[in-house]
């Protein structure tokens, strides 16, 4: 085993450990998922030493401000663009539907091209270039290549993304002006998935699919120490997520964990949400349906081609985080997000992504069942910008 306690970036990434079996993996290797039972692998850190809140005061404000409880060792191999360190921004007009809650933003869009995808490949290609990779593939349902794409250029490795041909035009055109090998593909992402598999096997590609490669989720839980730190220690009662993979929900329900090891946060957790598109709605199902796992579920084109997931890979640890939270889970038509964008554009000054959007109309109705209560704080994840996305939008 190597030890990583006395490294360039203090990371203290300890192994690579399967939520499912427990078998243990070498962290100083090349892993993609558990080799025993196929599961998601979560990177386990060792907190034993703590380390002490204020030692973040003098830090950057982007993501790696928590290097270490990121998977990279060396600090030349750190690829940063600056994502992460993200705005908190309350609902400032639209008072009406909070009533007796604070409402609150955390605004993803400024990130690198323009989503949250950027802290997932940043970690992601940073450790690649650690482990000597030169060729790295995903499939995506948009924002994921457009951020590998130039990711990798920034790191001098190659990029092949592999893109439904119903994405809008400017997820593709950002891909090749990055560089990235761009293939489209008459299908949705688990077709794009299928095909990256097996050129991956044939070429000797490095694949990043969601949670089938571990440090994405890495990148993705920076944005819960940064919920933490934000609501200074005192996290939201609920955390609304648009849910494609998931790799947020999973990434932030983790950072919460991983506060409560060093001390920084007690046992108190928000209640964790996942809003789905109605055309992809197989974690809805299953959750209502007291479920382990999703079924396939492609009801086709919808507006938010984040949320166009038809078997989410770590489907078990969404559902997971969803009952430890006491959470839920629901769906959302392209007609409301489509309806919520605008509103929230008019109103409050922020094109966000039609994910985003889905959340908004996520919050009216739980607020309106009572589910959200008098009095509590509620965090919707605005996962992306809606520039890229106006192709899909009517705006009349
Ligand atoms: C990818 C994506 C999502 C879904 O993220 P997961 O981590 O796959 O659940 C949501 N919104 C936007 C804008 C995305 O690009
Ligand atoms: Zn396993």
Redesign the pocket.
């Known amino acids: 085993m190597v030890n990583y306690i006395q490294t360039e970036t203090g990371s203290l990434l300890k192994n690579l450990t399967c939520p499912e079996c427990g078998n243990i993996h070498d962290a100083a290797a090349l892993n993609t998922v558990c080799k025993k039972c196929a599961s998601t692998l979560f990177a386990v850190y060792d907190f034993t030493d703590g380390f002490s809140k204020p030692l973040l005061a003098n830090r950057q404000a982007n993501m790696w401000r928590y290097k270490e409880f990121l998977p990279v060792v060396n600090e030349k191999n750190i690829v940063t663009l600056g994502e992460g360190m993200t705005p908190v921004i309350p609902i400032a007009n639209l008072k009406q539907f909070t009533v007796a809650n604070n409402v609150f933003w955390k605004d993803e869009s400024g990130n690198p091209t323009g989503?949250?995808?950027a802290r997932?490949i940043s970690a992601a290609v940073s450790k690649a270039k650690e482990l000597g990779i030169d060729t790295i593939a995903t499939p995506t349902?948009?924002?994921?290549g457009g951020a590998l794409a130039a990711y990798a250029a920034r790191a001098g490795i190659k990029a092949v993304v592999y893109m439904p041909q119903q994405t809008p035009g400017v997820f593709k055109d950002e891909c090749r002006l990055y560089g990235a090998e761009l293939v489209e593909v008459a299908g949705n992402i688990n077709d794009c998935g299928k095909l990256v598999n097996e050129l991956s096997a044939l070429n000797g590609w490095f694949q990043i699919s969601?949670l089938k490669e571990p440090y994405r989720l890495e990148g993705?839980k920076t944005m819960g120490y940064e919920i933490a730190e934000q609501f200074n220690w005192e996290l939201p009662d609920v955390i609304l997520?648009?849910?494609?993979?998931?790799?947020?929900?999973i990434g932030i329900w983790k950072a919460f964990d991983e506060m409560q090891q060093l001390g920084w946060i007690g046992s108190k957790r928000p209640r964790m949400v996942a809003v789905q598109s109605e055309s992809c709605n197989g974690i809805v199902s299953a959750f209502n349906a007291g479920l382990q796992i999703s079924e396939f579920t492609d009801g086709g084109f919808t507006i938010?081609?984040?949320?166009r997931?038809p078997k989410?890979y770590a489907d078990k640890q969404i559902l997971r985080v969803l009952r430890e939270s006491n959470g839920t889970a629901l769906a959302i038509s392209d007609l409301e997000m489509s309806a919520a964008l605008k509103e929230i554009a008019r109103h409050e000054g922020m094109l966000i992504?039609p994910?985003?959007a889905a959340l908004w109309q996520a919050f009216k109705k739980l607020k309106d069942a009572q589910w959200i209560k008098d009095g509590e704080n509620v965090l919707m994840i605005n996962?992306?910008s809606g520039y890229k996305y106006l192709e899909n939008i009517e705006v009349g």
């Open positions: 989503s949250f995808k997932g349902a948009g924002n994921a969601t993705k997520y648009p849910t494609g993979g998931g790799t947020g929900l938010a081609n984040g949320l997931v989410p992504a994910e985003g996962t992306g």
